[in-house]
C-alpha cells in the first residue's frame, strides 16, 4: 500500500477491532468477491465485516450483500477509508430476486466475480422440546436455502472466472449445542458444501466451508465476558478466537495456495471438536 494517508487508515482499522496479523496485501490483486451477511455492527466485527475488510485490504474488490443498510453502509466505509473498493446491494437471502440482483450488481460493477462467500445467519435459541415452526422455518431458509439461492445465481459468473466459493458453517454442525435449528442448518451447509463441489468441480469452480468456533464475534456474545471466559476453557488452546481468525482462513481458500482444495472442511475452532467435555472440565497436566 504506497498510498500513506491509505496506510495510516488501514493501521487505524487494525488497531480499532483488534487484527492480530498486519492485513495490507496483494493476494486477491484484481479479483472481485460477492460477500453476503458483511455488514458492521458497531465496535466488534462479525465475520463478514472482517472477510471484507481483508480481502478488500489484499485488493479485491467487494459487494456487501447484506439485509441491513447501515451495518452494509458502515463496511463499505471502513474499506473506502483505506482506498478500497466496495458497493453495497441491500438484499434479503430468501428472496431469489434479491441473490439474483447482488450477483448482477457485482458482475456490472466490477466486470467478474470471482468469489462468493456466504456468510449470513441467523441463531435461534431452543433444542427440540421448544423450538417452533416459526425458529425453525426461519433459520433454514436464511441459513441453509440462503447458500444454496445466493450460490445457483452465482454459478456462470464463477465458472467464467474460474472462481470459488466459501460457505460459513459452524462447529455447531458437527457437535451438540442444544440449538436444533441452527445445528441443523450448519450441519446442511457443511453436506450441501460437498455436493455442490462435486457438481461444480468439472467448471472449475472449487467449493469449501468454514466452520468457526468458539469466536468473540456480535453473534457469538463478545460481550458476555463470563461466557467468554467459558468458552475458551472449552478449547484445546485455551483461547478465544475472533473474526479475523476466520477472514484469514477464507484468504487462504480463496487464494492461489489453494488451488488444488475444494469440498473440504475447516475448522477454525482452537481444538474443540478434539476436546471431550471431561477433557475441558480437568484440563490436561
Same mark, same amino acid.
Given at each position: ?60 474488490? !467487494?459487494?456487501?450483500?447484506?439485509? *441491513?443498510?447501515?451495518? &452494509? @453502509? /458502515?463496511?463499505? $466505509?471502513?474499506?473506502? =477509508? %483505506? #482506498? ?5 446491494? !441491500?438484499?434479503?437471502?430468501?428472496? *431469489?430476486?434479491?441473490? &439474483? @440482483? /447482488?450477483?448482477? $450488481?457485482?458482475?456490472? =460493477? %466490477? #466486470? ?16 427440540? @422440546? ?156
Amino acid at each position: 500500500m504506497t498510498n500513506p494517508e491509505h496506510a495510516a487508515a488501514l493501521a487505524d482499522i487494525e488497531r480499532a477491532f483488534g487484527a492480530h496479523l498486519p492485513l495490507a496485501g496483494a493476494r486477491l490483486a484484481g479479483k472481485t468477491a460477492l460477500i453476503s451477511g458483511a455488514g458492521c455492527a458497531g465496535e466488534v466485527l462479525g465475520t463478514g465485516a472482517a472477510m471484507a475488510i481483508l480481502f478488500a485490504a489484499q485488493g479485491c474488490d !467487494i459487494t456487501v450483500f447484506d439485509i *441491513d443498510r447501515t451495518r &452494509a @453502509a /458502515a463496511t463499505a $466505509a471502513l474499506i473506502e =477509508r %483505506f #482506498g478500497g473498493r466496495a458497493q453495497l446491494v !441491500i438484499g434479503d437471502v430468501r428472496s *431469489d430476486a434479491d441473490c &439474483a @440482483a /447482488a450477483v448482477t $450488481a457485482s458482475v456490472d =460493477r %466490477f #466486470g467478474a466475480l470471482d468469489f462468493l462467500i456466504n456468510n449470513t445467519a441467523v441463531a435461534r435459541p431452543g433444542g427440540i @422440546a421448544v423450538v417452533t415452526d416459526v425458529d425453525w422455518n426461519d433459520t433454514i431458509d436464511i441459513n441453509l436455502s440462503g447458500v444454496m439461492r445466493l450460490s445457483r445465481a452465482a454459478v456462470e459468473p464463477l465458472a467464467a472466472a474460474k472462481g470459488a466459493i466459501v460457505n460459513i458453517a459452524s462447529i455447531a454442525g458437527q457437535l451438540g449445542f442444544g440449538v436444533i435449528a441452527y445445528a441443523a442448518s450448519k450441519g446442511g451447509v457443511i453436506a450441501m458444501t460437498r455436493d455442490m463441489a462435486v457438481t461444480l468441480g468439472a467448471r472449475d469452480v472449487r467449493v469449501n466451508c468454514i466452520a468457526p468456533g468458539h469466536i468473540a464475534t456480535p453473534m457469538g456474545g463478545a460481550h458476555d465476558l463470563e461466557k467468554r471466559a467459558m468458552r475458551r476453557k472449552a478449547t484445546a488452546l485455551e483461547t478465544e478466537g475472533s473474526a479475523w481468525d476466520v477472514a484469514w482462513a477464507a484468504l487462504f481458500l480463496c487464494g492461489p495456495e489453494a488451488r488444488w482444495i475444494t469440498a473440504a472442511i475447516l475448522n477454525v475452532d482452537a481444538g474443540s471438536t478434539a476436546r471431550t467435555t471431561v477433557n475441558a472440565l480437568q484440563g490436561l497436566p
